[in-house]
């Protein structure tokens, strides 16, 4: 809607950025791997937080395809990192148990909860601005408690 198409080119539009997401996600979750592999996990996943809170920031700013194009590549690049990065950090602080499929149950809600909030809180402030401009700077908000809250990590990661 806040992007400037040209007659009948937003659904092409978001079907290739889509498809460049989904693309560009497999060089940058095995970008993501090696910098875990350098950085640890917590540091790389706060390098990761802050890469999609400049996106989103960036994202109330976008206003031509080739913008959107170019924000759908970066989101590519740590999309699919930092889903995988999060579960092997997870699976990480986890007791040592046979059940693990309860741990990862009670992750895969708490992912669907955020999805849930995420979601709603884009849609109300929408709602109440008539922007996804302003929508979007909630999002990167979001993003700056993760980083934050990231920082209250034991230090310890190795098992």
Do not use: C, H
Not at 89 to 102: A, C, L, V
């Amino acid at each position: 809607e806040e992007i400037e198409w040209g007659e009948g080119e937003e659904t092409l539009g978001l079907i290739v950025s889509i498809l460049l997401i989904q693309l560009i996600a497999i060089p940058g979750a095995i970008g993501i791997s090696k910098l875990s592999a350098k950085l640890g996990n917590i540091k790389a996943l706060q390098l990761v937080t802050i890469v999609w809170t400049i996106l989103t920031i960036w994202a109330y700013f976008i206003k031509t395809p080739i913008q959107f194009y170019i924000t759908a590549a970066f989101v590519g690049l740590v999309m699919g990192g930092i889903q995988s990065l999060s579960r092997s950090t997870y699976s990480k602080f986890i007791p040592e148990t046979t059940d693990t499929s309860s741990y990862f149950s009670f992750y895969d809600a708490t992912e669907k909860i955020g999805i849930v909030i995420g979601m709603f809180m884009f849609g109300f402030l929408e709602a109440i601005t008539g922007s996804m401009r302003n929508s979007v700077l909630v999002i990167a908000t979001f993003f700056i408690i993760g980083f934050f809250l990231l920082m209250l990590v034991p230090k310890q990661e190795e098992k």
